[in-house]
């Protein structure tokens, strides 16, 4: 079956930097869309997303600070956050979709997250 496995989520202070991962298995990753989501207490929030041919997209509250970006050699999804706040502070999940579209409204699977927390 898919399992979708995050790493790489921490404590760090606002103006820092993270990377995060995502390692694919049990699908044939480059044939699939990916996305970041992220989850607080009060909403779940597509962060970005990239297509089957490395096309993204971005919220705007992390527009010019994260990259999302695809490795098919690794089966491996990366977000890359920079100049962190600690509005960032969520629980990141990685998730996977058949089309465009279906990652960034209903994903098909779902890892099981990594929690970031930006400090002040």
């Known amino acids: 079956q898919v399992q979708l496995v995050e790493s790489g989520g921490g404590l760090v202070q606002a103006g820092g930097s993270l990377r995060l991962s995502c390692v694919a298995a049990?699908?044939?990753?480059?044939?699939?869309?990916m996305a970041w989501y992220r989850q607080t207490p009060e909403q779940r929030e597509l962060v970005a997303a990239i297509t089957t041919d490395s096309s993204t997209n971005y919220a705007d509250s992390v527009k010019g600070r994260f990259t999302i970006s695809r490795d098919n050699a690794k089966n491996t999804v990366y977000l890359q956050m920079n100049s962190l706040k600690p509005e960032d502070t969520a629980i990141y999940y990685c998730?996977?979709?058949?089309?465009?579209?279906?990652?960034?409204?209903?994903?098909?699977?779902w890892g099981q997250g990594t929690q970031v927390t930006v400090s002040s």
């Open positions: 049990g699908m044939l990753f480059s044939r699939n869309h």
């Open positions: 998730a996977t979709g058949s089309s465009p579209l279906v990652v960034v409204t209903t994903p098909d699977y």
